[in-house]
C-alpha cells in the first residue's frame, strides 16, 4: 500500500491541491480510499516504455513508444502464463504519444500494463494524450465491474493530473469497456469532460479516429473467438491447479490403500495410473472448452464441460476395449467414467469468468443444478475407488 | 458469436422505454447489441444477449434501465459463498484475479 501511494504520487503535478480527495473504495476491500493529492513534483523514472520526456503547461509529462520492445512481449507473454500478472503495471498519471497539443485527444487507460500497451502501440500515428486511471493492476474490462475503473476514480484523476489545465478541450475517449464503471453523465455534470466510448478493441482506434470519432457496429460488439480463447489458455492452466493438486494427491495416496492397509509398491504403481488419469481429466477439461466452446452441445458451460470429460473418456474406453489388459477393476472403472465428466465439468463451469458474454444471472442458475452434481459424483467416484481396492 | 449463446430468459434486464430519451448511450455501451434505435427511442431487441455488464444503467441519464450487475463467473461466486459475501473474483493486492 505504501508502495502503491508512492507510485501515485510520481506523475502528480505541482498545482494541486493539497486536500484529500476521496475515491471509490473499488474492487480491493483493503484498498485505499484516499488519493493523497499533496504532491511535489513529477519524478520521472527510467522505464523502458518511456521514450522522452516532454515539458507543458503543468509541468513534465512523459512520451511512450508506440512500438512494443521486446522487453514488453515478453511481459504481455509472462502475464498470460500467470507470472506476476498482479504487479504488471504502470504508475497511474498522464502519458504522451507523438507531439500532443492542447487540442489534442485523450485517451484513458487502466494501469494493468497489457491495456496500456495494447492502447500505447495503436497510436502509432496520432498525436495525444493517455491519462492511467489507478485501477490496482486490473485491466479495464474487469477493474470496471468493480468500479476501480470508475467515475469516483476519473473525476480525481483528471484533477490529480491537472489535465483540465493542460488540454482546452473537454472531451475524453474511453475503452467502450470501461462503461460498466463510468457514468458519462455523471462526469460531464461533475468535472465538465464529455466522455466518448471508442471502440472495445485498442486496434479500431485509428479507424474510430478516421471515422470521426464513431464506431461501426462491429466495433462495439465483444467477440470470443477462437483466437480470443486460445490465449487465455496458459493462464486457465495455471488457475485451475487450486483445485487439481489437492484432488490429485487424494487420489495418488488412496491408491496405496488395501485390505492390508498400506503398501507402497501399491502406491507406486496404481498412484502413479491414478496420476496419469486425473493430469488427463484436468488438461482435457481445461483444453477442450477452449477449443470446442461453440461446437459442444448445451448452453450452460457446466454441460459443454461434462461433453468434453465423456469424449475424452470414451477414447480411453476404446484403448482399454484395445488393450484389455489394461482394464481396472469394475468399480474403478465406473468410477473414472464419472471423474472425467465432473471434472470437465467443474473446470468448464469456472470458464464462464473468462468468457465474454455469460451474465451473473446466467452462472447462478447453472450453478444451483451443476454444483450439487459435480459434489455428488465426485463423492460417488471415490466411494467406487476405495470399494475398487477392497474387492 | 452466433453460435455462442448463454442461457435465455435469466437476466434481470428492466427498461422502460418511458423515460427515454432517446440518447443512445445505451446502444453505444451495450457489447451485445442489446439494443436497437426505434422511432428515436432506445428499445431492447436481444434481451438474452444481455451478459448485464450495468453498462447501459450505469449511462443512462434517465434512469430507465435497471440490471443487477455483475461478473457472470463461477470462481466468483464460489468464493463469494465461501467468504459470505458478493460475488468476488477474490482479487486484492495479494492474490490473483481472473
Given at each position: 500500500m505504501v508502495l502503491?501511494?508512492?507510485k501515485d504520487k510520481i506523475y502528480m503535478t505541482k498545482s494541486e491541491t493539497q486536500k484529500p480527495v476521496s475515491i471509490?473504495?473499488?474492487?480491493?476491500?483493503?484498498?485505499?480510499?484516499?488519493?493523497?493529492?499533496?504532491?511535489?513534483t513529477i519524478a520521472l523514472r527510467p522505464r523502458p516504455w518511456i521514450k522522452d520526456k516532454m515539458t507543458t503547461s503543468i509541468g513534465e509529462v512523459p512520451v511512450v513508444h508506440t512500438h512494443l520492445s521486446f522487453s514488453d512481449i515478453i511481459g504481455i507473454w509472462k502475464a498470460r502464463w500467470g507470472f506476476g500478472r498482479m504487479h504488471f503495471r504502470i504508475e497511474p498519471g498522464l502519458y504522451a504519444v507523438g507531439q500532443p497539443t492542447e487540442n489534442s485527444p485523450v485517451f484513458v487507460s487502466a494501469n494493468y500494463k497489457m491495456s496500456f500497451d495494447r492502447l500505447r502501440s495503436q497510436l502509432g500515428r496520432i498525436d495525444g494524450w493517455i491519462l492511467v486511471l489507478d485501477t490496482k493492476g486490473i485491466n479495464v474490462w474487469c477493474a470496471a465491474?468493480?468500479?476501480?475503473?470508475?467515475?469516483?476514480e476519473l473525476i480525481a484523476r483528471?484533477?490529480?493530473?491537472?489535465?483540465?489545465?493542460?488540454?482546452?478541450?473537454?472531451?475524453?475517449?474511453?475503452?467502450?469497456?470501461?462503461?460498466?464503471?463510468?457514468?458519462a453523465h455523471e462526469v460531464k455534470d461533475r468535472s465538465d469532460f464529455r466522455v466518448i466510448y471508442g471502440p472495445v478493441r485498442a486496434a479500431d482506434i485509428a479507424a474510430f479516429i478516421q471515422g470521426g470519432m464513431k464506431a461501426a457496429p462491429e466495433m462495439r460488439r465483444v467477440r470470443f473467438n477462437f483466437r480470443d480463447r486460445l490465449v487465455l489458455t496458459p493462464n486457465d492452466l495455471i488457475a485451475n491447479l487450486r483445485y487439481f493438486l489437492p484432488a490429485a494427491v487424494v487420489l495418488f495416496l488412496l491408491a496405496g490403500l488395501g485390505p492390508d492397509f498400506f503398501s507402497a509398491d501399491r502406491l507406486i504403481k496404481d498412484g502413479m495410473t491414478n496420476l496419469i488419469l486425473i493430469l488427463t481429466a484436468y488438461i482435457s477439461g481445461t483444453l477442450l472448452p477452449i477449443l470446442l466452446?461453440?461446437?459442444?452441445?448445451?448452453?450452460?458451460?457446466?454441460?459443454?464441460?461434462?461433453?468434453?470429460?465423456?469424449?475424452?473418456?470414451?477414447?480411453?474406453?476404446?484403448?482399454l476395449v484395445k488393450n484389455p489388459s489394461h482394464m481396472p477393476d469394475l468399480p474403478s472403472l465406473v468410477a473414472w467414467f464419472i471423474i472425467f465428466p465432473t471434472v470437465g465439468s467443474f473446470i468448464s463451469m469456472n470458464f464462464t469468468g473468462s468468457s465474454t458474454y455469460t451474465s451473473l444471472s446466467g452462472v447462478v442458475k447453472e450453478m444451483q443444478v451443476a454444483l450439487p452434481l459435480q459434489i455428488g459424483a465426485s463423492v460417488i467416484a471415490l466411494i467406487l475407488l476405495i470399494v475398487g481396492i477392497f474387492v | 458469436m452466433n453460435r455462442l449463446r448463454y442461457l435465455p430468459d435469466v437476466v434481470t434486464l428492466e427498461y422502460d422505454a418511458a423515460k427515454c430519451n432517446g440518447c443512445s448511450m445505451c446502444l453505444m455501451v451495450c457489447p451485445h447489441a442489446v439494443y436497437v434505435m426505434e422511432n428515436k427511442r432506445a428499445k431492447i431487441i436481444d434481451r438474452d444477449a444481455c451478459m448485464e455488464c450495468g453498462a447501459c444503467a450505469k449511462n443512462c441519464p434517465e434512469k430507465a434501465i435497471t440490471v443487477r450487475?455483475?461478473?457472470?463467473?463461477?470462481?466468483?461466486?464460489?468464493?463469494?459463498?465461501?467468504?459470505?459475501?458478493?460475488p468476488s473474483c477474490g482479487c486484492d493486492e495479494k492474490s490473483s484475479c481472473c
Open positions: 502503491q501511494e508512492a471509490a473504495p473499488g474492487c480491493c476491500s483493503a484498498g485505499n480510499p484516499i488519493v493523497n493529492l499533496s504532491s511535489e465491474g468493480k468500479g476501480t475503473f470508475g467515475t469516483e483528471i484533477k490529480i493530473t491537472g489535465l483540465d489545465k493542460l488540454v482546452s478541450h473537454r472531451r475524453i475517449i474511453l475503452p467502450q469497456l470501461g462503461a460498466p464503471g463510468v457514468s466452446l461453440p461446437w459442444l452441445p448445451g448452453k450452460s458451460f457446466s454441460a459443454k464441460g461434462a461433453w468434453c470429460g465423456l469424449i475424452t473418456v470414451a477414447l480411453l474406453g476404446w484403448f | 450487475a455483475g461478473v457472470g463467473c463461477a470462481t466468483a461466486i464460489i468464493i463469494g459463498k465461501l467468504r459470505n459475501t458478493e
